[in-house]
């Protein structure tokens, strides 16, 4: 009989979305098949030193962990066993690294970094993929340099003053946020002055600098890739947030807060070109086993690249999943073909 697959899932982390990987980490480890794989648990504390192996068991009956979002405070976790070294590498025979951990640390190329090092298969996409992916500005460079649309923005630190800000966007509204944050943490559509210096305030508590958009009117969808070598575009998400003014954490996260409908309800012309443009970013950064890019469709059918999320989130809520399941693709089934494409690239 051939043996099981050794999979460890690494969730938590040094981040500012430690919850929302908790809870990408629990569906992670309850969709994965225990027929196939051996599954371990790994979730990292949010200052990054200490690495707790658990059970199964012990993450699946962890209560809620949203309510700690912005606190020192940790989950207590049952039957746990410090990894030495604080790291995966010290756990033998592992034939993959699912890395569930979103935003700075899991998402930005460190984590990916650290596995390079051990010589472990992982989840998803490369140290430099993962860094463009997640550094905004970066980003954003790359994607002028293939000619694909983006808005017009400006990078600022806490010395600009706030004049630079106008004299390159014109006039509001705008769009802030830092320049190495996910799930719209930390950001803020802007649209008199008096709110500018207070927005800028907030991006600036997770990041040294901030990123400043022309705000783009238009609707908000989403597309997935899957890939290696020949990625592939999953069906477009469109996105209409509930409680709040755009697509921001609490739209993201909290029950009825959005309503997310795939397939979005544009035209095929208009899909596959956003399924292209999709491919494109993807293509142009690096990425590996499977990513999203989110979109504005400037005046209803002008897609304008808004950023990539290089590891998409994997809640009950999330794009990714649905996205998958319109594709006809179990999230049990999505997951082992994540895991396929880790394998696939070492």
Partial sequence: MKNKIKVAVLMGGKSSEHEISILSGQQVVKNLDKKRYEVLPVVISKDGTKWQLTSVNSILSLDNPIGLM??????VIQNTHQLAGNTIASEKDL????IAIHGPFGEDGKLQGI?????????????LASSIGMDKPMFRKVMLSQKIPIPKYVVVDKRDPV???YKTLGTLPYFVKPVDQGSSVGSSLVKTKKDLPKALKIAFKYSDLALVDEYVDGLEVTC???GN?????????EIHPLKG???NYESKYTESGSEEITPARISKSLTLKIQKLSVDVYKAIGCRGFGRVDFILKDGKYPIVL???TIPGLTPMSLLPKAAKAAGISYSDLLDTIIEHAIEKN
Wanted: aromatic letters at 12%; zero cysteines.
């Fill in 70 to 75: 912005g606190t020192d405070k940790e989950l």
């Fill in 95 to 98: 034939d993959v690294v699912f």
């Fill in 115 to 127: 596995l390079e090092t051990s010589g472990i298969p992982y989840t998803g996409s490369g140290v």
């Fill in 163 to 165: 004049s630079y800000i």
């Fill in 224 to 226: 997935a890739v899957i």
């Fill in 229 to 237: 070598e020949k990625p592939v575009a999953l069906p477009v998400t």
């Fill in 245 to 247: 003014e755009f697509f």
């Fill in 307 to 309: 950023e990539i999320n």
